[in-house]
């Protein structure tokens, strides 16, 4: 009696065994095709005419569509502080302190979500969690644009936070797999400089729509029309980010020798790679993170940024329209001159020392986007300034 059941213990353990050598080939497999592209990088012979050229190319493809993808997100998030003043609040009865609490809930979620979209990307890759998140919070942003309350905004609004938490890591380790370490300050600019570029785009399209919608009014405001653009526009960048995104090893635009130039570049500037499967958690890179002086000046310095700009993000037009502007002119006079000034004072700090110091002062006091001029401190020179690359190494990022 006691034989079959000895049997199916010893089949159930010998079925546990093999999927547990099923998942180890499975991860063997995955390492090996990721680790391919890097076995000849050490002794690789390229010339500096190869590695311009994959450089260019990189450039031509990566950085619009990061560009792209970077604007998007402010775009949606930053949108309702514009909506608020075309009928959101009206149209959904929002009173006392709910519309605040559509900005707090977006944050709280966007804090949670940070750790396991980070681990996902380390253990998927960026390709398919980046395209993942797009697509959904793409549909979250179109869904806002049906809401009837408090409830389903504020629903809606966290969802849209968890899922948008990706987007800036990502973009940072797409930004170190490409690029050796004095590259990575321009080109982390260069995207950056889609919150205020793309908003200028948005915020002229959203005056559109609500001149549109003021001359030929229906049941379907215009916050909600707002809505439905960008979260269409939303979904189909999620499927450029699907084609053209993702580290050397997951992208199909670049052949096989241009994936061994690009791993011999970053491979001489020593800024890691994206073999993956780097699960330990290294105490002497936190420890010598702790020691470096620029991360309490990004700690205290976001701070300071951040306790004005969580208001004016989402109330900014609403403060606006209290001094007698119409929701119109907010657009045109007050937000994009706001950007043009951004963008101005972003390669401003880029181009020497003295202008990124005027460039963060001039961001802390008026509560300017500065932190572009914080992503110029990685090229300065740490004997000097005190400065190190910020710029996350996609090889040792301890998970």
Same mark, same amino acid.
């Given at each position: 009696?006691?034989?079959?059941?000895?049997?199916?213990?010893?089949?159930?353990?010998?079925?546990?065994?093999?999927?547990?050598?099923?998942?180890?080939?499975?991860?063997?497999?995955?390492?090996?095709?990721?680790?391919?592209?890097?076995?000849?990088?050490?002794?690789?012979?390229?010339?500096?005419?190869?590695?311009?050229?994959?450089?260019?190319?990189?450039?031509?493809?990566?950085?619009?569509?990061?560009?792209?993808?970077?604007?998007?997100?402010?775009?949606?998030?930053?949108?309702?502080?514009?909506?608020?003043?075309?009928?959101?609040?009206?149209?959904?009865?929002?009173?006392?302190?709910?519309?605040?609490?559509?900005?707090?809930?977006?944050?709280?979620?966007?804090?949670?979500?940070?750790?396991?979209?980070?681990?996902?990307?380390?253990?998927?890759?960026?390709?398919?969690?980046?395209?993942?998140?797009?697509?959904?919070?793409?549909?979250?942003?179109?869904?806002?644009?049906?809401?009837?309350?408090?409830?389903?905004?504020?629903?809606?609004?966290?969802?849209?936070?968890?899922?948008?938490?990706?987007?800036?890591?990502?973009?940072?380790?797409?930004?170190?797999?490409?690029?050796?370490?004095?590259?990575?300050?321009?080109?982390?600019?260069?995207?950056?400089?889609?919150?205020?570029?793309?908003?200028?785009?948005?915020?002229?399209?959203?005056?559109?729509?609500?001149?549109?919608?003021?001359?030929?009014?229906?049941?379907?405001?215009?916050?909600?029309?707002? &809505? !439905?653009?960008? /979260?269409?526009? @939303?979904?189909?960048?999620?499927?450029? =980010? $699907?084609?053209?995104? #993702?580290?050397? *090893?997951?992208?199909?635009?670049?052949?096989?020798?241009?994936?061994?130039?690009?791993?011999?570049?970053?491979?001489?500037?020593?800024?890691?790679?994206?073999?993956?499967?780097?699960?330990?958690?290294?105490?002497?890179?936190?420890?010598?993170?702790?020691?470096?002086?620029?991360?309490?000046?990004?700690?205290?310095?976001?701070?300071?940024?951040?306790?004005?700009?969580?208001?004016?993000?989402?109330?900014?037009?609403?403060?606006?329209?209290?001094?007698?502007?119409?929701?119109?002119?907010?657009?045109?006079?007050?937000?994009?001159?706001?950007?043009?000034?951004?963008?101005?004072?972003?390669?401003?700090?880029?181009?020497?020392?003295?202008?990124?110091?005027? &460039? !963060?002062?001039? /961001?802390?006091? @008026?509560?300017?986007?500065?932190?572009? =001029? $914080?992503?110029?401190? #990685?090229?300065? *020179?740490?004997?000097?300034?005190?400065?190190?690359?910020?710029?996350?190494?996609?090889?040792?990022?301890?998970?």
């Amino acid at each position: 009696m006691t034989q079959p059941v000895a049997t199916k213990e010893m089949d159930s353990n010998e079925k546990t065994s093999s999927s547990v050598r099923s998942a180890e080939v499975i991860d063997a497999v995955y390492i090996d095709e990721a680790q391919d592209i890097f076995l000849n990088t050490v002794n690789a012979q390229y010339t500096e005419a190869d590695y311009k050229r994959v450089l260019r190319k990189a450039d031509r493809i990566l950085l619009p569509f990061m560009w792209l993808c970077a604007g998007i997100q402010q775009a949606d998030k930053a949108s309702i502080s514009t909506q608020a003043t075309f009928g959101l609040l009206q149209d959904t009865n929002l009173v006392g302190q709910q519309f605040s609490w559509l900005t707090t809930a977006f944050y709280i979620s966007y804090l949670i979500g940070e750790a396991p979209s980070n681990y996902i990307m380390q253990r998927f890759g960026v390709n398919k969690p980046l395209f993942v998140s797009l697509f959904l919070w793409g549909v979250v942003v179109l869904c806002i644009a049906f809401a009837q309350n408090f409830t389903q905004l504020v629903v809606l609004r966290s969802l849209q936070g968890l899922l948008e938490c990706t987007i800036a890591p990502a973009l940072v380790l797409i930004t170190a797999s490409f690029y050796v370490s004095r590259e990575h300050a321009m080109r982390s600019i260069i995207w950056s400089t889609s919150n205020p570029g793309l908003d200028i785009i948005t915020q002229l399209i959203m005056y559109g729509i609500g001149s549109a919608t003021q001359k030929h009014a229906n049941g379907f405001g215009p916050w909600r029309w707002i &809505s !439905v653009f960008l /979260g269409s526009w @939303t979904i189909v960048t999620s499927l450029f =980010a $699907l084609l053209f995104l #993702g580290t050397p *090893s997951e992208i199909r635009w670049l052949s096989k020798e241009e994936k061994h130039i690009t791993a011999a570049r970053v491979a001489s500037s020593q800024t890691g790679s994206d073999r993956g499967q780097k699960y330990e958690w290294h105490w002497d890179q936190v420890l010598d993170a702790f020691r470096d002086p620029q991360t309490y000046f990004f700690f205290f310095a976001y701070i300071v940024n951040s306790l004005p700009n969580g208001g004016t993000a989402a109330f900014g037009n609403l403060v606006f329209v209290s001094f007698g502007f119409t929701n119109l002119e907010t657009i045109v006079k007050c937000t994009i001159p706001l950007d043009l000034v951004t963008i101005a004072c972003s390669f401003h700090g880029r181009l020497n020392y003295s202008g990124l110091c005027w &460039s !963060v002062s001039f /961001g802390l006091i @008026t509560n300017g986007r500065y932190t572009y =001029a $914080l992503d110029s401190m #990685g090229s300065l *020179s740490y004997d000097r300034y005190y400065s190190r690359n910020w710029i996350a190494d996609v090889d040792i990022i301890p998970v």
